[in-house]
């Protein structure tokens, strides 16, 4: 059986944080980090919730990619006064942090099912849409581990792109092309269908159109608010469709190396769309041909398909270059000797991820191998384009 689960309740538009008004409640937990202590954010939702009456814990120093370490630290703060109302305030990780610290307590506690508290996801970067998906990614020493279970879909999301306008353009670029990603993913995914296509296709538009302007702009909320329902839209479509190697690839990157997720994904991302449209054979794989069909979408030549995955790779790269993203994993810092050491460990931990069954293309470990040597130079698309 096919199906497509729609949830949350989706409030967006510029300020419509005051939504979090109409949420009733008596006790509430709020989920946040340093930055948005930092950037006021936080101070916005308390001062809402003070209002209201609602007695208010806070745990504010959740840090990126939330470890088990953390999601224990969570629980015992959850368990401690066990609130009707749960919100999440920030990026994935804070928003994935909350979902493991609820889920975690559900299975340990036996009231747990009556007790289940309104969980709220208010997304702070455009990135991951991790307020609309029942994924979340939680650290195991240097390994990602991605729990998918439908009990981790927030309540309400609430999608405000004055939240977003602080995000800085190193974080606006890598959180973008993570969205970007999400959308090609979920594409060619072996679960796809026409309702997943038809959110990815209108994401991959509004990325190419938007994320440029906020990279430059942060300020400019029309930009903003394009890209933070993007980020909805994809996150609508990957919790549906699933994902592919590019992610596998990148969970293992992050955990051993600790590239940030958006930007692991971002120097895969080329590799991998070239390997699934076997640009190196024929290039007339079901995924080239789609992958031709978005270069038609944004008005790039495409009258075959290795035209279009050559348009689309090269649209692709454009967009990195043009927000200053490095070429190839050997650009952020990692040490090539390390890299090559660790190798065999990621591939064996992307092998086994979660993301690696709906990718359109069977991965061996040689293949794994090679896409990450290809993404270590970034020059695999410009030597066969
Ligand atoms: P993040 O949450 O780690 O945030 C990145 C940085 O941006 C942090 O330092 C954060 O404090 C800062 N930040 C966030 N909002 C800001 C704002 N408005 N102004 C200024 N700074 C701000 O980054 P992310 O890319 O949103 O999330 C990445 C995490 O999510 C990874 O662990 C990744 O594996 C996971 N993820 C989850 C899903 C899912 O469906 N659950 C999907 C993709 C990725």
């Known amino acids: 059986m096919s199906e497509f689960l729609l949830k949350p309740r989706i409030c967006f538009g510029q ?4 939504a979090l008004r109409d949420v009733s409640a008596h006790q509430a937990l709020l989920v946040t980090d340093q930055a948005m202590v930092k950037f006021g954010l936080a101070a916005r939702v308390t001062e809402i919730l003070g209002e209201r009456g609602i007695a208010l814990q806070i745990w504010d120093d959740v840090v990126a990619d939330p470890d088990i370490a953390t999601v224990v630290r969570g629980m015992k703060l959850m368990d401690s006064r066990y609130p009707d109302l749960v ?14 610290v609820i889920f975690a307590l559900a299975q340990t506690r036996p009231d747990a099912g009556r007790l289940r508290p309104c969980f709220v996801a208010i997304p702070t970067t455009s990135g991951t849409g991790s307020e609309v998906t029942s994924f979340s990614v939680v650290k195991a020493h240097a390994e990602k581990l ?13 999608l405000d792109p004055t939240l977003v306008a602080s995000v800085p353009p190193s974080i606006t670029a890598d959180t973008g092309m993570d969205v970007l990603c999400h959308a090609l993913e979920a594409y060619v995914s072996r679960a796809a269908s026409d309702f997943t296509d038809a959110l990815a296709e209108k994401v991959v538009q509004q990325v190419f159109r938007y994320l440029p302007t906020c990279w430059r702009n942060g300020q400019d909320l029309q930009a903003r608010e394009k890209m933070h329902n993007a980020s909805c839209m994809a996150g609508m479509a990957f919790t549906n469709a699933s994902l592919g190697i590019t992610h596998s690839l990148a969970h293992a990157l992050g955990g051993v190396f600790r590239v940030p997720h958006g930007r692991a994904n971002a120097l895969l991302m080329a590799q991998v769309v070239a390997w699934n449209a076997d640009y190196q054979g024929q290039c007339d794989t079901e995924a080239a041909h789609k992958y031709a069909h978005l270069a038609r979408l944004l008005s790039l030549p495409a009258s075959t398909a290795r035209e279009g995955v050559t348009s689309l790779l090269v649209a692709i790269e ?33 092998l ?29 698309v410009q030597r066969h384009g």
Request: contains cysteine; glycine residues 10%; charged residues 20%.
């Open 146 to 158: 991605v729990l998918v279970d439908p009990s981790l879909l927030p309540d309400i999301a609430i």
């Open 318 to 350: 454009a967009l990195k270059d043009e927000m200053t993203l490095p070429a190839g994993i050997h650009g952020t810092g990692v040490d090539g000797e390390a890299f090559e050491h660790r190798l065999a460990e990621m591939v064996g931990q992307a």
């Open 15 to 18: 300020d419509v944080l005051s």
């Open 87 to 100: 919100v999440a305030l920030g990026g994935g990780s804070v928003i994935d942090a909350a979902k493991a």
């Open 352 to 380: 086994r991820d979660s993301c690696t069954p709906t990718n359109p293309r069977t991965p061996d470990a040689q293949a794994l191998t090679e896409l990450y040597r290809q993404a270590w130079s970034g020059s695999a």
